[in-house]
């Protein structure tokens, strides 16, 4: 398993944009997929986005198509999600979490059940807020 570690999370004003980093050490991430998550208060934990281990293929939710963007550093082990255009209902706790795969693709299927999701470790949660 990779041990995460996420940063750059703050206050931003609705339009502006934020860059988050997911730092992982025990492991390259060549075979790890790497997904971030958020979680409001009230709300269940929604899967963001993800970026896999082969071949860097990435995948978006729906509410965050278009604007925000997913990439990775290999020599860093550093994973980044730019967002841009934020709105208020961005505002969540952001989680970076990761599991091994050979597969060129990735998901981000989210479960309380651990034995339905394919996620087996994460980091501890940036907090992004986002209010005039």
């Known amino acids: 398993q990779l041990q995460l570690v996420e940063s750059g999370g703050g206050l931003v004003q609705p339009g502006g944009s934020l860059r988050l980093s997911c730092a992982a050490s025990g492991f390259g991430l060549d075979y790890y997929v790497i997904g971030w998550f958020r979680q409001a208060p009230g709300k269940e934990r929604e899967g963001v986005s993800c970026i896999s281990g082969q071949g860097g293929n990435t995948n978006y939710g729906d509410s965050v198509k278009g604007r925000f963007t997913i990439s990775r550093d290999i020599a860093k082990n550093t994973v980044y999600l730019q967002m841009n255009s934020l709105k208020p209902e961005d505002t969540a706790v952001y989680y970076c979490?990761?599991?091994?795969?050979?597969?060129?693709?990735?998901?981000?299927?989210?479960?309380?059940?651990?034995?339905?999701?394919?996620?087996?470790?994460w980091g501890q949660g940036t907090q992004v807020t986002v209010s005039s």
């Open positions: 979490a990761s599991y091994w795969s050979f597969k060129t693709e990735c998901n981000l299927r989210y479960s309380d059940d651990p034995l339905k999701t394919d996620y087996d470790s």
